[in-house]
């Protein structure tokens, strides 16, 4: 009969093994064969860094007959791409004359490599914004961005108010906030974002964590009742992960979650505060109120605190507003510049 023991050495000697097993990357890299993903690479283009040469997916689109003649920037979220905005485009690119979205190092068709070569933080990304904007030679633009997008432009508002941006790049005309978690107190974090920032045990749940099942359990979670993420897109954003295998990289992409406890205070709260009181920028944030894990209350909370600012609320409508419901962001996004 095995004694406890045995059962706890057996037990350990099994997550040894997986931990193992996970810290060995495959030779060969997962190359998706998704038809939408692809179609979406093949209408966009490549940059490559000038730090670490790592390779940023990007869409720079243009239209000279839209409505104003102006410059929007997007800025996705975790744990997905810049296709998540897919469905708002056609209405966004006829508004502005010039739409730029991109996928962030680790995420969608950009390059994914291991965090002993590329320091996954909120600064870094936002370094890789200006340095796009740059070879793009865009010198302002309104910027919309997303759950971990939210963090990484609130840094570059930041460093905007400070007067640390390059000379090149004046800053955003407007900054709009959508679902993602600002304030992070009040953020309700899942069981499988705890996991991933543990660790040790993160590598042995990001090796599984791709499961399909697991995944689209995940991203339901946090939709609204209003609509239902279809089927296609779950598919898109699970082979978006697993394509040159970046579900490896969840253990470090999810590390930006430290950036806002340390930065959320002393850095980023008063510099969008005090810039907005001055009437430099203008704020507005969109929120769709039935995201579990970027609450209503922190939308609520940012317009309190930032004011003047705008708040629209997308009723029933979940964390990725943008395909639950792209007619009424649409709608309600455009509704600022009115």
């Not at 997007?74 to 998540?84: A, K, N, T, W």
């Not at 953020?187 to 791709?210: D, E, T, V, W």
């Not at 990289?249 to 430290?258: A, E, M, V």
């Amino acid at each position: 009969m095995i004694n406890g023991f045995t059962l706890i050495v057996i037990f350990i000697a099994i997550i040894g093994g997986l931990y193992y097993k996970s810290t060995i990357e495959p030779d060969n890299i997962y190359q998706t064969e998704n038809q939408t993903i692809n179609d979406w690479k093949n209408s966009g283009s490549f940059y490559v860094t000038k730090l670490g040469s790592h390779s940023i997916f990007y869409k720079n689109l243009l239209n000279k007959n839209a409505i104003r003649d102006e410059t929007l920037v997007i800025i996705h979220g975790f744990p997905s791409s810049s296709l998540d905005f897919v469905y708002v485009l056609p209405e966004l690119q006829k508004y502005f004359s010039q739409v730029v979205l991109f996928d962030h190092i680790g995420f969608g068709l950009s390059s994914k490599p291991s965090n002993n070569l590329y320091a996954y933080s909120i600064h870094s990304y936002c370094d890789n914004v200006v340095e796009l904007l740059n070879f793009l030679n865009i010198r302002k633009a309104h910027i919309l961005s997303h759950d971990m997008g939210d963090s990484v432009a609130i840094e570059l508002l930041s460093r905007q108010y400070l007067n640390q941006l390059p000379d090149f790049f004046e800053g955003g005309l407007s900054y709009t906030f959508t679902n993602g978690g600002m304030r992070i107190e009040l953020s309700n974090f899942r069981l499988s974002q705890i996991i991933l920032k543990a660790p040790y045990i993160s590598k042995i749940f990001a090796y599984f964590g791709h499961n399909k099942f697991l995944f689209e359990r995940n991203i339901r979670s946090i939709s609204g009742s209003k609509y239902q993420l279809k089927q296609h897109d779950l598919d898109v954003m699970l082979e978006g992960n697993l394509h040159n295998n970046g579900y490896y990289r969840f253990p470090d992409s999810i590390q930006y979650l430290n950036d806002r406890y340390k930065f959320q205070n002393p850095r980023w709260m008063p510099a969008i505060k005090n810039f907005v009181k001055i009437g430099k920028v203008k704020v507005s944030f969109i929120w769709g109120d039935e995201d579990d894990v970027a609450p209503l209350s922190i939308a609520n909370k940012m317009h309190d605190e930032v004011k003047p600012s705008n708040l629209i609320v997308l009723k029933n409508i979940g964390h990725f507003y943008m395909l639950e419901a792209p007619e009424e962001f649409v709608k309600a996004f455009l509704s600022i510049f009115i």
